[in-house]
């Protein structure tokens, strides 16, 4: 127990407390997660145009060894046979494997360029959406300062308006005054 206080604690990303600031963050942590999808992609076209070679180098290699085997089937040596049929299947099960690597180097290079695509729309869109918010924070904080001036000058015009009446209560208690001393002197 005592020795978990010893830990050091894993600090969790801050959140800013603007929201501009926010929306900025995210986008791009999805740039830098667009950036990953591409390079990866790309990464993966490249292995592809190695593979591609690979299968014509296999292919190149089986049609050379079919015909170094009519050779030596056409002069009856039997261990040449033999070793070049050897030769053909190692040679067709590394065109087969290679041919598999290739599909789904091709299948998950349409996924990668498929996602940084979505990644760059949803990057997009939250430019939009940071802009029109931009936009919002703006107006509003004009707003804010239009309705503070108001309410500024409504505080005046209650503060006059105390003043009218205090003033009014004033002239009524002097004329309540004057009226109680007429009725005195008569």
Known sequence: MFFGLLRKRKKEPTRPADPLAALD??????ERQAAEVRKSAATLLALK????RAVERYTRRL???????????????????AVLAKDREQAEALRASTRDALERADTDGKLLLEAAGELGDRVAEL?????SASARLTVGGIVTEAMRERVARFEQA????????????AHALADIYREELREQER
């Open 158 to 169: 209650l503060v006059v308006d105390a003043a009218r009446d205090e003033v009014e209560r």
């Open 63 to 81: 049609e050379d060894i079919g015909s170094r085997r009519t050779t030596a089937e056409s002069r009856g040596d039997g261990r040449a046979v």
């Open 127 to 131: 430019r939009r959406e940071r802009e």
């Open 49 to 52: 145009g190695d593979l591609t």
């Open 25 to 30: 963050q995210l986008i791009e942590n999805l």
